[in-house]
């Protein structure tokens, strides 16, 4: 069974960065498209930044887009995702999934298309 565990959120202040990391176990993941969700409190979860197995391909949401910068690393079955320049609005829980199967574009930025999922970790941006 696939677990994904997700770490590194916390409180911080507008303006400031966090590194977020998403660790697989439970298989030998090959050919795993990830993605990072988030769901701000009283609204739907909304997409964030995805990555193709290999790295070459990513997508961001624009509301993201020039300040965080998804990776990851394969060897340690590891998704990164370095955010800067923290607004409050980017207040949320955040969470890591993973998808089995050839990038898809743009539609990778649809949750449904995700088989496994983290439990999610909550990032607090303060003005």
């Known amino acids: 069974q696939v677990q994904l565990v997700e770490s590194g959120g916390g409180l911080v202040q507008a303006g400031d960065s966090l590194r977020l990391s998403c660790v697989a176990s439970g298989r030998t993941f090959i050919n795993y498209n990830s993605g990072w969700f988030r769901q701000a409190p009283g609204k739907e979860r909304e997409f964030v930044a995805a990555i193709s197995w290999f790295g070459r391909s990513t997508l961001y949401a624009d509301s993201v887009k020039g300040r965080f910068t998804i990776s990851r690393d394969n060897a340690k079955n590891t998704v990164f995702l370095q955010m800067t320049s923290l607004k409050p609005e980017d207040t949320a829980v955040y969470y890591c999934?993973?998808?089995?199967?050839?990038?898809?574009?743009?539609?990778?930025?649809?949750?449904?298309?995700?088989?496994?999922w983290g439990q999610g970790t909550q990032v607090t941006v303060s003005s």
């Open positions: 999934a993973f998808r089995p199967g050839f990038w898809v574009g743009d539609r990778q930025s649809e949750e449904g298309l995700y088989d496994n």
